[in-house]
């Protein structure tokens, strides 16, 4: 469906009344992330991150369709520089945003060999060490023939986490400039903000040297719309 294009101010847009639910949204956006590169852990831990993101007051809908505006739901996205000459990064392209241009299937891995006490042992009975590994987040292994035990921490959602969490942060911060309401008409006003820095509060489409059509487009997308 392609998109309707809005201008004018905040009471021209529409109304959340014809907004999808977030989950509706998310499963209208996943083939568009999953062609980007990512794999369906990376989509998955979008999903994840965008739900305690939202926890600090800001709608899960409107994180993602930021997210979708911003980098397509690309994990891997490049970072490019903004108008003040910043440079952005992250999937919501957020100044100060951690990147991983390039970069897909994202997680951490630390291998730690201090000594420590484990609270759940994996003896593997035959073989070298290196064929074994930690079957869940935060379980230990060892070998009957070794007295080396090594402790493995998998932080699966850190890496994407911070992204969102950075841009919604700073969303946050333009909702907070105007009334930090839950309406239609701050939220619209707040993602002009986003974009551009500063509001003409009588057409939401004028981008300021930023993105012109960037309100109307997230509007669509809220709406379900996925291309324009």
């Known amino acids: 469906m392609s998109f309707q294009s809005y201008s004018g101010p905040a009471s021209n847009f529409p109304a959340k009344s014809t907004w999808k639910d977030f989950t509706t949204l998310f499963n209208i956006n996943k083939p568009t992330m999953l ?3 990512d ?3 990376d989509v998955g831990r979008i999903y994840n991150a965008i739900v305690d993101a939202a926890k600090i007051g800001v709608e899960e809908r409107v994180i993602l369709c930021i997210i979708m505006q911003e980098s397509r739901g690309n994990v891997g996205v490049n970072g490019p520089t903004n108008q003040d000459g910043k440079v952005t990064g992250g999937l919501m392209q957020a100044v100060e945003s951690p990147g991983f241009p390039g970069q897909h299937n994202l997680s951490q891995v630390c291998l730690d060999l201090s000594p420590f006490t484990p609270p759940r042992v ?3 009975p035959t073989g070298p060490l290196s064929l074994f590994a930690p079957k869940r987040p935060g379980e230990y ?5 070794s007295t080396v035990r090594l402790r ?3 932080r699966i959602q850190a890496q994407i986490s911070s992204m969102v969490q950075a841009g919604t942060n700073h969303y946050k911060g333009d909702l907070k400039q105007l009334d ?3 309406t239609a008409s701050t ?3 707040a993602l002009r903000l986003y974009n551009s820095g500063s509001i003409n509060e009588s057409n939401l489409s004028d981008g300021k040297g930023a993105t012109p059509s960037y309100v109307s487009d997230i509007a ?3 709406q379900g719309r996925t291309n324009g």
């Open 141 to 145: 292994f060892t070998s009957k023939h």
């Open 122 to 124: 994996f003896s593997p």
């Open 180 to 182: 930090d309401a839950d």
């Open 35 to 37: 062609q980007t590169g």
């Open 187 to 189: 939220i619209y006003r």
């Open 39 to 41: 794999s369906s852990q």
């Open 152 to 154: 493995v921490i998998i």
């Open 220 to 222: 669509n997308r809220l």
